[in-house]
């Protein structure tokens, strides 16, 4: 029954012959799906600016202009340097990989826990805005805003089990949707300024005095606009999901999306500050801007409508990039020993399954933790992706710096300009936003913690586990077989059976309670009936606990085997159900006594099971 539901919602199993070119993402399918998220922030990037500048006084949003010239200096900063890090690092990996390879192992820990914890963020920002959405275009489902949060995360999940191709196909659409709606808008909107039927209504001239504006509203305001950059970085994390030439077109689609982000949030700052656009309680900027430029006219309205629907749809799968690069770099992580190599496996659908589940639990979680509060995430989320920035771009520069020596500076402009303008908004955000941010600290010490002790312990299982020369062949003369025996069955009966042909001695165990003496000396009774020749050791305990004096009686065993130079085997048996949930109906005494004799030395463990039939 559990095949059949997981088949229904995730798909048959895929042969490994088939993770070729038709499971891996074109241009068209990679912009969907690895964009959304950066794409989906304009939706509320702008606004930010406007709204700290507005805290101060209308007059100061024509500085909304310039603020938008840097925040687009620094994508331009930011793209040129992951298409360098896309050619250099093509395995994927992004910030960790260009962090650990040219800075240190330790940087790369960090810059890879911040992106993690980043993408947990982005998939939690992203449905809870995308609830935020549905709920205040239906206003009675307010109410299940977090139950519809969760239920999205459970459904981008679902998708992204089913398989990379499938996943991207099914969000071509509201992606594409969204770009198409935004830039229609957007030219209709320029044309109507051209034609004149765009009236100037801005709150203020440009240039002129804004009483009391001070550096530090004009850096906070420049830091809340770089939330629109987050997702820049997917791509790079992504390179090896590309069909070939894989860097070729990673880059490509990294440009691409880069110039789409770029005309938008242009042209989205540059209306807002030409119609005077002020926030308002319970409506976007962006919802206002799109009433005043597509009318009250039938087509003004039907636009509108479906302006609202795709920004809605944007930010609901803006959480699937997240689901893309999380398993890639949780993969490079593993492969580099710092995370379980359970991360390294391919599930049936020859997707990253256990990256991909630990990210829905981990978004679902913060769901709860912060009740589905956008405004409480994005401080996180803000700093979670520019620490790596800022990292991966020091990077670069050490990287040219090691292969072009004393001529490094023109290969790094723009990875220093991009180094400047990301510690500068980490800067901010710490003087500022401490009191926002000041969970992430102790969350990356906690994982870069984890990671060491992973790494750590990686380490010295290889040691003890490699072969080196003349390593001792050791030799026994015999091997005692001790069978553990609750009742007298045709489980037991054939257990005994197969420890006499594998065993040069033969050992049978008992546990007696108080509770059970009298059915106890039946059981001895009709042992010494089926087995004469068998020697049962009958061990009384005045406790409940049959664990303890059966783990007692293993070890005396072994040591009084190991000074005949004999090896002991341990031999449980069991039955097997008809049917796996039946499993439920046993107390499972078996599994409990395996687990407690496995971690004892010179102890082999084994089963017998006997299959039940019906």
Known sequence: MFRKLKYTFIGRPLKSLTDGEGGLLGKMQALAMLSSDALSSIAYGPEQVILVLVSLSPLAIWWSLPIGIFVLLLLASLTISYRQIIHAYPQGGGAYMVTRENLSPELGLIAGGSLLVDYMLTVAVSVASGADAITAAIPALHPYNLHISIFLVCLLMLLNLRGLKESASSLMIPVYLFIFSTVFLLLYGFFQLFTGSLNYQATSTIGQTVPSLSIVLLLRAFTSGSASLTGVEAISNAVPFFKTPKEKNAAQTLTIMSLILGFLFAGITFLNYWMGIMPQHGETILSQMAKGILGDSFFGHASYYLFQFSTALILAVAANTG?????????????????????MEKGDRLGYSNGILTLAFGAMILLLIFNGNTERLIPLYTIGVFVPFALSQTGMIRHWKKEKGVNFLKSAFANILGAIICYAIVLILLLFRLGDIWPFFPIILVLTFLFLSIHNHYQKVAKQLRLYEGIEKRTYDGNLVLVLVGNVTRVSVGAINYAQSIGDEVLAMHISTKETAEKDQEILQEFADYFPNITLKNINTSYRDIITPSVKYVKRIA??????????????????????WQNILHNQMSLKLKYALRWHEDVVVASYSYHLKE
């Open 559 to 580: 040591q009084e085997a190991k000074q005949k130079n004999y090896t002991v085997t341990v031999l449980v048996p069991q039955f097997i159900p008809n049917k796996p």
């Open 323 to 343: 689901f893309s690069a999380f398993p890639m770099l949780s993969y490079n992580m593993a492969k580099n020993k710092y995370m379980p190599h359970l991360f």
